[in-house]
């Protein structure tokens, strides 16, 4: 069974910066989706950025956040630069393997952004 650990959620003022985490138990090298998916309060989920041959951002956070991916350390990295109030959410890491057609999802990191 694939495991995450996810990592880095806390509280900021607007403008500040967070970086998550989501260490894998398994490969993310080789045909491995990997995103991060948010919930905020009021709204549907919905998936922030993508990453599998090309990475992909929401049309809320392009140009502010940031995904990338360590394979050797098996790790999918957010940094969320100039975070907003409308921000504020539960962050979730999502790995999608193809070949099996295997999602898993972490457990959710609080990301607060206010005053």
């Known amino acids: 069974q694939v495991q995450l650990i996810e990592s880095g959620g806390g509280s900021v003022p607007p403008g500040g910066s967070l970086r998550l985490s989501c260490e894998v138990s398994?490969?993310?090298?080789?045909?491995?989706?990997m995103s991060w998916y948010r919930q905020v309060p009021g709204q549907e989920r919905e998936m922030v950025a993508r990453?599998?041959?090309?990475?992909e951002y929401s049309a809320a956070v392009k140009g502010r956040f940031t995904l990338f991916r360590d394979d050797a350390k098996k790790t999918l990295y957010l940094q969320m630069d100039n975070l907003k109030p409308e921000d504020t959410g539960v962050y979730v890491c999502?790995?999608?393997?193809?070949?099996?057609?295997?999602?898993?999802w972490g457990q959710g990191l609080q990301v607060t952004v206010s005053s």
């Open positions: 999502r790995y999608y393997g193809l070949e099996k057609r295997l999602g898993v």
């Open positions: 398994e490969s993310i090298a080789r045909l491995v989706t």
């Open positions: 990453i599998n041959t090309k990475t």
